[in-house]
């Protein structure tokens, strides 16, 4: 499976936030759409990730509060990305090496999506539930006597 089967899936829904921008802004979008991650842009190309762990780093930082900090001095400068070709199994082990949970999806310097942890798990469960399905599937087909010959009577 390829990170674009998990998009197709997920759909294509994208927030963003600029360099520039104020970490209680950033903060409050997040809140309000439940994500957990803005990919940072700045003349149309990725330069970081603001997940919450950031926004909660530098809250603390600044003795609980945002002040005036902004998304720049808050976000991860070179997170870890992937291309819509990128196998499952590759990105599962990049995000468990790094403790990262969100990964944005690059092709050709665009943008595509922005892969999670939960995105991925969801994945890997429903392959799981498929191929038990299909083996249950092939169990049940399953001849009463596994030595007997096809049609033999």
């Not at 360099?19 to 309000?32: C, I, N, T, V």
């Not at 990262?100 to 991925?120: H, Q, T």
Request: net charge negative.
């Amino acid at each position: 499976m390829k990170v674009s089967d998990i998009l197709r899936v997920k759909g294509g829904t994208l927030y963003t936030a600029k360099p520039e921008d104020s970490l209680a802004e950033a903060a409050q979008l997040m809140s309000e759409k439940d994500i957990g991650s803005l990919v940072v842009m700045a003349h149309g190309l990725v330069v970081g990730m603001l997940t919450f762990r950031e926004v909660i780093q530098a809250a603390v930082k600044n003795g609980g509060s945002f002040g005036t900090t902004s998304v720049y001095r808050a976000m991860d400068p070179g997170p870890l990305t992937c291309t819509m070709e990128t196998e499952m199994d590759e990105v599962r082990r990049m995000m468990l090496d790094r403790h990262a949970r969100y990964m944005p999806v690059i092709e050709n310097r665009m943008l595509m999506g922005v892969i999670s942890f939960y995105d991925v798990a969801r994945a890997v469960v429903d392959s799981q539930n498929f191929e038990n399905k299909m083996l249950k599937a092939y169990i049940r087909d399953w001849p009463q006597d596994a030595n007997a010959e096809p049609n033999s009577p």
